[in-house]
Each structure stands twice: as C-alpha cells, then as structure tokens.
T-cell receptor, first 111, second 116 residues
Framework: GQQLNQSPQSMFIQEGEDVSMNCTSS?????WLWYKQDPGEGPVLLIA?????ELTSNGRLTAQFGTTRKDSFLNISASIPSDVGIYFC???????????FGQGTTLQVKP | GAVVSQHPSWVICKSGTSVKIECRSL??????MFWYRQFPKQSLMLMAT?????????EQGVEKDKFLINHASLTLSTLTVTSAHPEDSSFYIC????????????FGSGTQLSVL
C-alpha cells in the first residue's frame, strides 16, 4: 500500500532556530497536509496544499507541495517552546478525506 | 470552528469485554467519518471509512468482525472493539468530513483504550 516516509524522526533545537522536515512518497498524492499533534490529542491541521509546486505559509510555518506530487516539506521559522509536539505529513490521493500519514517528526525546543 | 467530539477520552477494560467509542460531529453533518488507530510513538493508521447509512469499508488487515462500525446518523459514528485483548490497547482517533477539502476534515481528540 501507499507509504509516506517522513524525516527526521526527531529534532531537538534551540529556541529561535529554524526547523525543516520533509515527506516523500512512492506514489502521487493530490493533496498534501501537515498536522501537529499534542500528547493525548487528535491532530490539528496546520497547512493544506492542493497544487504541485504550491508554496503556502501560515504564520511562521511554510510548506511546499513538490512538483512531482510525491513530496512535501514543512519549515518552521524562529521556533518557540510552544512549537513542541509531533508533526505529521499526510497525503490524500483522491481528495476523499482518507489520509495516509507519515511516521511523524517529534520536535523539542529548548528555551 | 467545527468540533468533533469523541467519547470516552479514555477507557480501561478487562480482556474479553467489548468497548464502544463514539464520534460525534457537533455542529455539522458528516456523511463520512474515518477511524484511525495510533500505537505509542507511531503514526496514525487508517482502520476504516464509515459511511452514513451503509456498511463501513475496512482497510486491509483490519478485522471487521472485531472492530464494528455503525454510522447510524449524519452526526454519529461508533466503533465497538469486541472481545478486546491487551494487543488492542491503543489510541483510537476519528475524523469527520464536513465538506470538500482538508479544511472541512476535523479530528476528534482521541480515545485511549487500555485492555487489562
């Protein structure tokens, strides 16, 4: 079945630093999504990407939909302690709402 | 914003018993809901797609007789874990689709199931 490879698995950074994480897939997705999950909670949508090559920002977050439609990256600039959490990429091949998730990137920010 | 309520938020049960988890869309109608399972430090794995008024569609490897899904109304889907065993202990999360696009897809807050 479809799989998403997300890296890095974890990051430990200093407050104020920029962060980058990415996802790759063996197959094409029509929609790429980035979520943040706090412990014991459901994921919350950060950014949605619908077009190949699209670059979208949400505050300090920027994400891009790869031109091949098989990859995406998420950047977080000037990290702050509340950025701590697990970040997941997700793909939707047919805009059905049926999502395939990456393995997650655990982010820790040192004040 | 739209809210999806999941209940209970956590449950502990004895091995062999059944547990029902509810997923409700509070301020929108959802013809389609999804159920995911997440083991500690792992990703969300799609278990099944729940369609209002019809049978659920299960992903490969998910036992439909063990994980019973009922989507009896446009605002409620239930997942029943039958004859639960310790290996069923996991975090179960639902999502509900209120329209087209990712911005119309909302996740519940999850249910932590622990089977003793």
């Amino acid at each position: 079945g479809q799989q998403l490879n997300q890296s890095p698995q974890s990051m430990f950074i200093q407050e104020g630093e920029d962060v980058s994480m990415n996802c790759t897939s063996s197959s094409i997705f029509n929609t790429w999504l980035w979520y943040k999950q706090d412990p014991g909670e459901g994921p919350v949508l950060l950014i949605a990407l619908y077009k190949a090559g699209e670059l979208t920002s949400n505050g300090r977050l920027t994400a891009q939909f790869g031109t091949t439609r098989k990859d995406s990256f998420l950047n977080i600039s000037a990290s702050i302690p509340s950025d701590v959490g697990i970040y997941f990429c997700a793909g939707d091949s047919g805009n059905t709402g049926k999502l395939i998730f990456g393995q997650g990137t655990t982010l820790q920010v040192k004040p | 914003g739209a809210v999806v309520s999941q209940h209970p938020s956590w449950v502990i049960c004895k091995s062999g018993t059944s547990v029902k988890i509810e997923c409700r869309s509070l301020d929108f109608q959802a013809t389609t809901m999804f159920w995911y399972r997440q083991f500690p430090k792992q990703s969300l794995m799609l278990m099944a797609t729940s369609n209002e008024g019809s049978k659920a569609t299960y992903e490969q490897g998910v036992e439909k007789d063990k994980f019973l899904i009922n989507h009896a109304s446009l605002t409620l889907s239930t997942l029943t874990v039958t004859s639960a065993h310790p290996e069923d202990s996991s975090f179960y999360i639902c999502s509900a689709r209120g329209g087209y696009g990712a911005e119309k897809l909302f996740f519940g807050s999850g249910t932590q199931l622990s089977v003793l």
